[in-house]
């Protein structure tokens, strides 16, 4: 059982940035699969960035260049910063851990607006 809780969400106006968190509790923290989904206003909740056991990344390509994602297994945490933020961005972002099950955060709301 992993249990995931988010944080760092808020209100920031369009070209800032904020730091995503996700602390996990369980074991083997190291193997699984980390990722952020989000879900706008009216959309379908889509895969943003994601991090493998080994380290190696994927991003969706409208945050490429804009939005790093990483993991310290120590901590047992991933991190999501995002730079450059657009209205676009805004949705609640959820954390999620995968090996053979997946696991689901509460969720975090970012609302980037002016």
């Known amino acids: 059982q992993v249990q995931l809780v988010e944080s760092g969400g808020g209100l920031v106006q369009p070209g800032g940035s904020l730091r995503l968190s996700c602390a996990a509790s369980?074991?083997?923290?190291?193997?699984?699969?980390m990722g952020w989904y989000r879900q706008g206003p009216g959309k379908q909740r889509e895969l943003v960035a994601a991090?493998?056991?080994?380290?190696?990344?994927n991003y969706v390509d409208s945050v490429k260049g804009r939005f790093t994602i990483s993991r310290d297994n120590a901590k047992k945490t991933v991190y999501l910063q995002m730079n450059s933020l657009k209205p676009e961005d805004t949705a609640v972002y959820y954390c999620?851990?995968?090996?053979?099950?997946?696991?689901w955060g509460q969720g975090t709301q970012v609302t980037v607006s002016s």
């Open positions: 999620n851990a995968a090996r053979v099950l997946r696991y």
């Open positions: 369980g074991s083997s923290f190291s193997a699984y699969t």
């Open positions: 991090i493998l056991s080994d380290g190696s990344t």
